[in-house]
């Protein structure tokens, strides 16, 4: 079984910063990728930002240029730097891992969400 421990959400002026950390536990499990969705209210849930096992990363169009996603392999553990947050940035924040166990097969499991909220 795999567990994530989200971290880091919060109140926050916009202009202002925040970082999410996700930490990936359990045993058995090779990581191909983690990021990050947000779901606001009324919308659908978003990829926010991604980066995979060997450290390619992608980013969803607004955030580009303002958040930055890292890794680190050794503690299977991801974070999202927050940059000039917007108030259209609030939101759920989810981390999300992408893996396969030892036979191969698909795992994803999701963490409990970290509110976001950014005030104008």
């Known amino acids: 079984q795999v567990r994530l421990v989200e971290s880091g959400g919060g109140l926050v002026q916009a202009g202002g910063s925040l970082r999410l950390s996700c930490a990936a536990s359990?045993?058995?499990?090779?990581?191909?990728?983690m990021g990050w969705y947000r779901q606001a209210p009324g919308n659908e849930r978003e990829l926010v930002a991604a980066v995979t096992s060997s450290g390619s990363t992608n980013y969803e169009d607004s955030v580009k240029g303002r958040f930055t996603i890292s890794r680190d392999n050794a503690k299977n553990t991801v974070y999202l730097q927050m940059d000039s947050l917007k108030p259209e940035d609030t939101a759920v924040y989810y981390c999300?891992?992408?893996?396969?166990?030892?036979?191969?097969?698909?795992?994803?499991?999701w963490g409990q969400g970290t509110q976001v909220t950014v005030s104008s």
């Open positions: 999300f891992l992408d893996a396969v166990d030892t036979s191969r097969a698909p795992l994803y499991y």
């Open positions: 359990g045993n058995n499990f090779n990581v191909n990728a």
